[in-house]
Nanobody, 115 residues
Framework: QVQLVESGGGLVQAGGSLRLTCQCSREIFSAYAMAWYRQSPGKERELVARISPGTSVIRYADFVKGRFTISRDNAKWVLYLQMNNLQPEDTAVYYC????????WGQGTQVTVSP
């Protein structure tokens, strides 16, 4: 069964850090580029970062460059997003999924950054 379970969100003050985790099922993790997305109220879902299956190709959205780090553990089928120097505009629900041909979305994890 295809499954995506995001966790690690929370409430932090500006400048703080969080580490998000996405537990994936093997069918959608091992051979695919994976990505983190986020969606703020009233906005469309946007790509935050992506990582190739072998971790050799990583790209970030301009608004998180230098602050966020995406990584993956292919043995555990887990995707991570280390978020440092969080800002109020990073407040959103964060999701993980395949970069191409997304599978059904998980529930996401809420990140709230206070000024």
């Amino acid at each position: 069964q295809v499954q995506l379970v995001e966790s690690g969100g929370g409430l932090v003050q500006a400048g703080g850090s969080l580490r998000l985790t996405c537990q994936c099922s093997r069918e959608i993790f091992s051979a695919y580029a994976m990505a983190w997305y986020r969606q703020s109220p009233g906005k469309e879902r946007e790509l935050v970062a992506r990582i190739s299956p072998g971790t050799s190709v990583i790209r970030y959205a301009d608004f998180v460059k230098g602050r966020f780090t995406i990584s993956r553990d292919n043995a555990k089928w887990v995707l991570y997003l280390q978020m440092n120097n969080l800002q109020p505009e990073d407040t959103a629900v964060y999701y993980c999924n395949k970069e191409q041909a997304p599978v059904p979305w998980g529930q996401g994890t809420q990140v709230t950054v206070s000024p």
